[in-house]
């Protein structure tokens, strides 16, 4: 899984603490950080190993549900440079979602809780 350089950020992020990443941000965009850069610190500082994690699919129908598997890499020229290796399982329906309105939100990631009785 993976996210853009929209943070503005479009550099190996390794290691970085959150107030490196704004420092970064500002010097390379000479634009106060936004949201995108809280996004791409929570993906770096909050997401870990073992976390469930779920993508929206069949045009948003759908959410394909993992697990991250192993730890932050950089791959620079790719759409997604910012990424986490996932393992992927299954697909269950966006009305999973409780309450499904929580799949509008604009941000690229955020929490989701998911009905119990679809992860048996």
Not at 29 to 47: H, M, T, V, Y
Request: charged letters at 25%; hydrophobic letters at 40%.
């Amino acid at each position: 899984m993976g996210l853009g350089t929209q943070s503005g950020i479009d550099v190996d992020a390794t290691g970085l603490t959150p107030a490196e990443l704004r420092a970064l941000s500002k010097e390379l965009s000479g634009r106060r950080p936004a949201k995108d850069l809280r996004q791409l610190s929570a993906f770096l500082d909050e997401i870990a190993p073992g976390d469930p994690v779920a993508l929206p699919i069949e045009h948003g129908a759908g959410l394909l549900l993992g697990e991250i598997v192993g730890d932050y890499l950089f791959q620079g020229r790719e759409l997604l440079p910012h990424r986490r290796p996932a393992r992927w399982d299954r697909v269950v329906p966006r009305s999973s979602a409780l309450p499904p309105a929580t799949l509008q939100d604009p941000r690229a990631l955020f929490r989701v809780t998911l009905d119990p009785a679809v992860l048996r």
